[in-house]
């Protein structure tokens, strides 16, 4: 007889046990994981079953020497070469107005929260609307971000031993896989993923979800669902 194996979501840590199920949702002891219904979703944090890994699996990867390489130096021992400087639109202008206020009123800085309000307000009416952007598109966005953009960050902020964006680089990747799941999920079911169920987003670390019955805490940052808001509109 085969061997029963666990199964663990990457996205919240969610483990499937195929030896015990889930009998409250109907799926009996001894369900193997290629048995799960091909739209079966966590279902703690809503993640697609690719977004799963064996556990056997990752305990192999933890195993492994993951001691990131030396940062890029620049001329001079110890000295990082200059990024690239880019214009930021309005829409990025307002967004990060945005987020600096959300920071400022967490530290009770309300009369600088307001400023950085009215800041993103004005950049965002100045943003010029774009047109509707493909989800094969918005995809390998994400997907780029995943195999480069996460991997450099990381390896530039271990050099550095910046622990704050560490830790922060942990929350936004686990967020972007989960970006990753749903546009895989759109990709398959087209509108019909949301009709009649919600979509809401964490306001502390932008953790998106797809569904009804919101999770008691946000499985990235842990956060309470009173921190959640329902987007609305397309």
């Keep these: 007889m085969c061997k ?6 990457s996205i919240c840590g969610y483990v499937y046990d195929e030896e015990k199920g889930i009998p409250e949702a109907n799926i009996a002891p001894g369900t193997r994981w ?23 699996e990752e305990d192999a990867e933890a195993s492994i020497d993951t001691t990131p390489e030396p940062a890029p130096q620049g001329k001079e021992d110890g000295e990082y070469s200059s990024p690239s400087v880019k214009e930021l639109s309005y ?3 307002s967004v990060i107005c945005s987020n600096l206020a ?4 967490k530290q009770y800085l309300s009369e600088e929260s307001e400023l950085f309000s009215r800041l993103a307000k004005y950049f965002k009416d100045k943003d010029v609307p774009i047109e509707e952007t493909a989800a094969n598109k918005l995809m390998e966005l994400v997907e780029k971000d995943l195999s480069q953009g996460y991997p450099n960050a990381n390896r530039v902020s271990s050099g550095q031993e910046d ?17 990753q799941s749903i546009l895989s999920r759109y990709n398959k079911e087209g509108d019909a993923l949301f009709a009649n169920t919600g979509v809401y987003i964490c306001t502390i670390c932008g953790f998106v979800f797809v569904g009804d019955q919101l999770p008691d805490i946000c499985p990235v940052c842990k956060v309470t669902n009173r921190k959640f808001e329902k987007v609305a509109g397309r």
């Design 4 to 9: 029963l194996s666990k199964y663990v979501c």
């Design 34 to 56: 290629e048995d799960l219904p091909d739209n079966w979703v966590c279902p703690l944090c809503g993640a697609a079953k690719e977004m799963f890994v064996k556990k056997e």
């Design 91 to 93: 829409g990025e202008l």
């Design 102 to 105: 959300r920071g400022c009123e």
């Design 163 to 179: 622990r704050g964006a560490l830790r922060a680089l942990v929350w936004s990747e686990k967020v972007s896989r989960m970006l």
